[in-house]
């Protein structure tokens, strides 16, 4: 049981249930306290694809006739391996749950043409190939036009010993490209990107393993989207493909739902989500529920000395001006965020409309917070530029996010998307005690997942944090570490090369034609906003 002084600190940071912005789901509403959050969780951060998919293949295989599986998923590759193992497919380890008696059930998007650059071939074959063992995996175009369900989420329930229940959520997908780890040398089973990623582009990612009482939270999400009775599909072609190949087009009904999970740690956890308005709504959400940008806007709000963010966009300036409006109103405050350092396609027209959104972006971020913020990038080893996919949020050592969902309109209102925040009742021992000055204290959970990251980057082993407590001196141990590395590079890479692998993302200056062409078409293609022209007008979420 929290104490009224910890209930306070969680109010302070997570959205309430009228906060979250629609009434329509019982999300909030299943709990008996009525809070939009649940605690005594036990939540990991599973920093790279081999580290999620080692721990996945693990759980999957230990689940017998009776339990339950349910997932969803962006993108599903049904050959991608797991581990090392030749028999760990995602595809077979799947289908074998299901030969076992295991229920698996699973919402896949129904994909954009694979000429096209997306992934219609390779869902479809995913979900053939587990159906035939007796699963149910359904391809789900229940979204708004032109957009897509952008969320990873796979639920394992146990018919017995339910602390064994656990949910991974996050921004690794089931498929190539993701399997790599803390070296980066990539993925052996990759997809094809920007020649300047090599022949196998490394990957850095993210995804959390949660335990506890958020697992029934995170079913409930599954369930909603399962019990749309919506239509799966409205495309006409679409449709004539799947009478043709016989493809299934109706969920079944889930049997009730199991109690919870057992409490099992310390940390609190609320779930956020994207859903766009949509034709027809969703019944869950008619008008559409956006608490995943509620969220970070309360957060960032309370932010006082340090915002971390790792993303794979980081564009929108509707969405930078939330950050700017923090770093004004906190002169302390400092923002550093980890990005790719390419896109990950090269073609004109994704590069340059995507390289505008950025500019755009980081722009906003310049003229709030000046030489507070901070935009790098990183690289292996080799000097081979690493793809950051993942999506992760510390602020102050407290409040700590991990999902689905990329820094731009189309996360925040138009695809479907899921994350997990998290704030730990465990403070961290270690000075500073309370960086933010506000009595929240440092949490463990979050200082460990920052520390963790920052270790990576700059090359150092577990536990050497030197410098990187205090956020003015981590700040600065962040800057010199990249500005070692870009001078090194700029030397023409002579002499013993520094340790670490960040380095300063560079600033581009579009031409007038180009923003001309560009800008348009980002907005409308490749970031949309499904907000309504009144809280478009508003500025509101």
Not at 27 to 37: I, S, T
């Amino acid at each position: 049981m929290l104490t009224g002084e910890a209930t306070e600190v969680l109010e302070s940071w997570f959205l309430t249930s009228s906060e979250r912005g629609n009434d329509f789901s019982a999300l909030d509403r299943r709990r008996p306290d009525g809070l939009a959050w649940s605690t005594g969780n036990k939540v990991e951060t599973l920093v790279h694809g081999g580290t999620y998919f080692r721990r996945l293949v693990e759980a999957i295989r230990g689940l017998e006739e009776g339990d339950r599986l349910f997932f969803t998923d962006w993108r599903g590759d049904p050959d991608q391996r797991l581990t090392d193992d030749p028999d760990s497919e995602i595809g077979a380890v799947l289908a074998a749950a299901a030969r076992r008696g295991v229920m698996v059930k699973g919402l896949l998007w129904r994909s954009h043409m694979d000429r096209l650059g997306f992934s219609a071939k390779e869902n479809r074959h995913l979900g053939v190939l587990v159906n035939a063992a007796g699963g149910e995996v359904l391809l789900d175009q229940r979204v708004r036009l032109g957009g897509s369900h952008h969320q990873k989420l796979i639920v394992i329930r146990h018919v017995e010993r339910s602390e064994r229940d656990v949910a991974f959520v996050g921004g690794i997908d089931l498929c190539h490209s993701r399997r790599d780890d803390a070296d980066h040398h990539g993925d052996t089973q990759h997809q094809t990107m920007a020649q300047v990623y090599g022949a196998r582009p490394p990957w850095h990612d993210a995804q959390l393993a949660v335990q506890g009482p958020a697992v029934g939270d995170l079913e409930f999400c599954f369930r909603e989207r399962w019990d749309d009775r919506g239509r799966l599909s409205r495309d006409p072609a679409g449709i004539l493909h799947d009478l043709l190949r016989h493809t299934h087009r109706k969920a079944s009904i889930l049997p009730d739902m199991a109690a919870d999970p057992p409490v099992c740690g310390t940390h609190a956890v609320q779930v956020l989500r994207t859903y766009a308005r949509r034709r027809g709504g969703y019944p869950f959400a008619p008008h559409g529920e956006r608490s995943v940008a509620r969220g970070f806007r309360k957060a960032i709000g309370r932010a006082r000395r340090l915002i971390y963010i790792e993303d794979q966009f980081l564009w929108s300036t509707e969405v930078a001006k939330i950050f700017a409006a923090a770093l004004v109103a906190s002169p302390s405050l400092h923002l550093i965020a980890v990005v790719p350092r390419f896109f990950d396609q090269a073609s004109t027209l994704t590069l340059r409309p995507n390289q505008l959104g950025r500019e755009q972006a980081v722009g906003v971020l310049l003229d709030a917070g000046g030489d507070r913020v901070a935009i790098y990038d990183i690289e292996n080893v080799a000097g081979v530029p690493v793809y950051v996919h993942a999506k992760v949020s510390v602020i102050d050592d407290v409040w700590a996010s991990v999902g689905s969902d990329n820094f731009n309109r189309r996360s925040w209102s138009h695809d479907s998307e899921i994350s997990c925040a998290v704030i730990d009742d465990e403070r961290d021992g270690r000075e500073p005690l309370d960086p933010a000055g506000l009595g929240d204290s440092a949490r463990k959970f979050a200082r460990d997942l920052r520390l963790q990251l920052w270790r990576e980057h700059l090359g150092r082993a577990d536990g050497d944090d030197r410098g990187l407590l205090d956020p003015a001196e981590a700040v600065a141990t962040f800057r010199d570490a990249a500005q070692a590395l870009e001078r090194w590079h700029l030397d023409g890479a002579r002499g013993e090369r520094p340790p670490g692998r960040l380095r300063p993302h560079p600033r581009i200056q579009p031409s007038r034609t180009t923003r001309l062409w560009a800008e348009p078409f980002y907005r409308t293609v490749y970031d949309p906003d499904a907000r309504s022209p009144e809280m478009r007008r508003l500025g509101e979420w």
